[in-house]
């Protein structure tokens, strides 16, 4: 069965400090490994797909990496609007479409 | 920028009764979905629907769900008899094929 694990289950952190939040897998095969930001009472909003190890994604202050067992969220010199909560999600290659979602990581950014 | 809607964005619904929770996907997308998130836990896959017919389902998507693609817009959701446990947000995406885009979601209460 596809599992996805995120940790820290929350964060905090001050503006312009940097972290990772991790997202580790088990999946007999994987087809994507996407990453989603959700705001409070909204729905996800696609950040990054990857598909092999090795791969990385960048988008503003956000980069993506993925290794055969995890996936890392790295947030450079955050600003308290990247505040939110970060899914991870799987895709297999068992499955027709379905995406398997982590609990996510909730992100405070404080001035 | 295209987008997944949903309506309507709030439902209140006694026990027992039918609530149908409509979206329409981004135009050129051929992969339909719906997920529900519960209060508090992680967004679940319910259902997936391709070429007119549903690709894959979970155990949650029992024979008191269905969905239906009406015309060449809308993608709908019908609970036949609802439960106190539907009480949910529920999200419909659309995706070209991995990467998927999600509603602003509707959040069913059952009371």
């Known amino acids: 069965e596809d599992q996805v694990t995120q940790s820290p289950e929350a964060l905090r952190l001050q503006e312009g400090e940097s972290s990772s939040l991790n997202c580790s897998y088990t999946v007999s095969g994987l087809r994507g490994l996407f990453w989603y930001r959700q705001d409070p009472g909204k729905g996800p909003e696609f950040l990054f797909t990857l598909y092999s190890a090795g791969e990385e994604k960048e988008k503003e202050r956000l980069k993506a990496t993925l290794t055969k067992k995890e996936s890392f969220l790295h947030i450079t010199a955050p600003k308290p609007e990247d505040s939110a909560t970060y899914l991870c999600?799987?895709?297999?290659?068992?499955?027709?479409?379905?995406?398997?979602f982590g609990t996510g990581t909730r992100l405070q950014v404080t001035l | 920028e295209p987008e997944v809607t949903q309506t309507p964005s709030h439902q209140v619904t006694q026990m027992g009764q039918e609530v149908i929770l409509r979206c329409v996907p981004i135009?050129?997308?051929?992969?339909f979905y719906w997920y529900r998130q519960i209060l508090g836990q992680k967004v679940e896959f319910l259902v997936s629907f391709y070429n007119n017919e549903i690709s894959e389902k979970s155990e949650i998507f029992d024979d008191q769900f269905s969905v239906e693609r009406p015309d060449g817009s809308n993608f709908t959701l019908k609970i036949r008899s609802t439960k106190l446990e539907d009480s949910a947000m529920y999200f419909c995406?659309?995706?070209?094929?991995?990467?998927?885009?999600f509603g602003q979601g509707t959040r069913l209460t059952v009371v």
């Open positions: 999600a799987l895709q297999g290659t068992g499955t027709a479409s379905k995406l398997t």
């Open positions: 995406a659309s995706s070209v094929f991995t990467e998927a885009f």
């Open positions: 135009s050129n997308h051929l992969y």
